[in-house]
Each structure stands twice: as C-alpha cells, then as structure tokens.
C-alpha cells in the first residue's frame, strides 16, 4: 500500500481542486492510500470532498505570513508517514514543500496546473520550490514545455500527464445545439482577469444576431466590473451572472457555442466538459488549448484578447450551424476517446508505483 498526501492552499471552484478530488475520488484504494491537507481557510468544495469519504486534514492558516505553519504540517506529516507528498498550487507547492522538506519525506512531488504568471515574487519561490521536487508533472505538453524552457525544470524531472474529466458524467448523446434561430453563447470559469470574459462581452455587442443570450457561470473578483461593463454597453438584459455552482451540466445543456475567452490556460477542464456535453467550442489559442481544439476541425480557436477574430468565429458558428455541428460531434468523441478521467488516473498510479520502486 502506497501512501500519499496531497496538500494544496484550498478548496476552490478551481481546476486543480476538480482534478484532485476525481483523483482522490477512483484512485485505486486497494493500492493506494490518498489524503488532503488544506492549508487555507474559504474551502467551497469542503463538504463535496467530505461526501466523497475523502480524508481532509484543514490547517486554517490565517495570514500570509504564517511560517509557523510549516513546523506543524511536518508535525502531522511525521505522524502519517507518507510514502509520497504531492503539492497542488503555488500555496500547496511553497508551504507544503518546505513541510514536506522538515518532515523528511522521502519522494515530494507536484502538479504544475496553469503557465501564467501568479507576481514577481510568487513566481520566483514557486519556481525555487518546484526545482527542489523529485518530479513535476505537466498537465499539457505546453505546460512541459513551459516548465523546462521557463522555469528551468530538468527534462527528466518533467513527467506530461493529460487532465481528464468523468467524461461518462458528461457526455450527452445526441446533443441538441443551434435548434432555435436565438443564439445561446456561454463561459465556465472564476472571473478574473486572466480567464478573459470582458472580451467575450465586448465581442457579442456586435453579433449579428441580435437574439442572443450569454451565460457566465463562476464567481471571482471581476464580478463587479463585468456586471458593470454589461451595464455601461446596455447589454446587462442579455447577459445572466450565474455564480459559483457544483454542477455546471444544467447551464451547459442551455448553450450552443461554448467560448473559452482565456489569457492564460493550462489545460482547460471546462472545455473538456463542454465539448464532451456536445456543444460548439470556440477557445483562445493558449497553452494547453491546441492540444484539444484542432482549428476548423473540431473548433475554432483565436488569438488572445482579439475581439475581431472572436466575433468573426462567432458569426461564422451562427451562420454555418450544420458544419459547426459536424465538428462539435469531432470534438466530442476526441474528448471521450483522449481525455477521461479514468485514463488520467491510470497514468497516475504508474507514476506513484514507479516513483516507490524505482
């Protein structure tokens, strides 16, 4: 039996936080014996990994600062004993490396969840942190590229497992998209700047279909500015706020294009879901992304930020529905075939077993 701690900052509506709890969810249990530290308080996802007979361990560290934190994350790491300490996220990476350090735990590894940049200083002691760990795993091979080139990870330490989600949870048979002459447009993600939603809004003020609704589900930050944005562009009539939700397959099953607005994206779980419920996929062309859409293919894919080129995919989804469909039932046996969580979870119980017994 294989014992392994992950320790990450929180549990958030977050990627990362999604993955882990699948992992900690179908992992193997008869060889692996999985628990959570969290180091932060505002746990959202709390209760949904209680449900799911995860073992969590909550430390609530209050400030920034709080270094004593480490001292008693390696007190309880001594007294687990763990085979293997698998950091989640820049807090689980900082803060629960140098515990796992103190602790003199034998193997200390992480995910690497996201390429963009967290600050100058977050950046600079992530990557210090991360180069000290026996492996990095990359969720997309722009993420391994970005680790090596970047950060300065040795290729060897660099181990490329693909994200993936419960596609049998979202997969949708004969999906019903572009029925009505309206256009239903939506977007899954925290609102911050880095995930890209003003653009999104700036782009529908010009559709040329005027029946069109979009969806924005997630919460974050930006909330405000955005409600205000839609407002100052007298277009806060078309467009619903939904907020932080557990399940996100009720708003899906609404849309017809999904649109992925992102600045910065590793490997997006969202897409994952929304191509695997069926719908239209148009996505910023960053990071991990291509390794998913392949453009006019299976979707349309566009510069960052380019409010042009997005309206121009939009426009042409809305008026060549037949072939936008043709590719959306691309995508989504692509994603069901590559991308399902059990294949994910596979690749990482190699990894743990040769991790042990190299």
Not at 196 to 214: M, V
Request: with cysteine.
């Amino acid at each position: 039996m294989i014992k392994i701690v992950h320790i990450i900052g929180r549990l958030a509506y977050g990627g990362a936080e999604r993955l882990l709890l699948e992992i900690c969810r179908k992992i193997d249990k008869s060889r692996f014996d999985v628990s959570v530290i969290v180091l932060q308080e505002n746990n959202p996802l709390a209760n949904i990994y209680e449900e799911a007979g995860v073992e969590v361990k909550f430390f609530n560290k209050k400030t920034k600062g709080d270094f004593r934190i480490i001292k008693r994350v390696a007190d309880y790491l001594r007294e687990l004993k763990p085979d293997i300490v698998h950091t989640q996220l820049f807090a689980g990476d900082y803060w629960g490396g140098k515990a796992a350090a103190l602790a003199k735990v034998a193997h200390v590894v992480c995910t690497k969840h996201d390429i963009m940049s967290e600050g100058y200083w977050r950046d600079r002691l992530g990557i210090k942190a991360r180069r000290k760990f026996e492996k990095v795993v990359a969720i997309s091979e722009a993420t391994r590229e970005f680790l090596i080139q970047k950060e300065g990870i040795a290729p060897r330490a660099v181990v490329l497992i693909y994200n993936g989600i419960d596609t049998s949870r979202f997969f949708v048979p004969s999906p019903s998209i572009f029925k009505n002459d309206g256009l239903v447009l939506g977007s899954v993600g925290r609102l911050t700047k880095e995930k890209g939603q003003k653009h999104l809004i700036r782009a529908c003020r010009f559709l040329k279909n005027r029946d069109w609704q979009l969806i924005l589900v997630g919460n974050g930050p930006l909330r405000q500015p955005l409600e205000a944005l839609s407002d100052v562009l007298s277009l806060s009539d078309k467009i619903e706020f939904i907020g932080e939700v557990d399940d996100v397959r009720p708003f899906l099953k609404e849309m017809d294009v999904f649109v992925l607005p992102s600045v910065s994206e590793g490997l997006s779980l969202v897409i994952l879901e929304a191509a695997a419920a069926g719908k239209f996929v148009i996505a910023a062309n960053v990071g991990g992304v291509p390794e998913i859409i392949e453009h006019q293919k299976d979707g349309l894919l566009f510069k960052p930020k380019n409010i042009e080129q997005l309206l121009q995919h939009l426009n042409w989804a809305d008026e060549n529905r037949e072939q936008a469909i043709k590719m959306a039932e691309r995508l989504q046996k692509k994603v069901i075939d590559k991308f399902d969580i059990n294949k994910t979870i596979k690749q990482y119980e190699r990894f743990y077993e040769d991790i042990v017994n190299k």
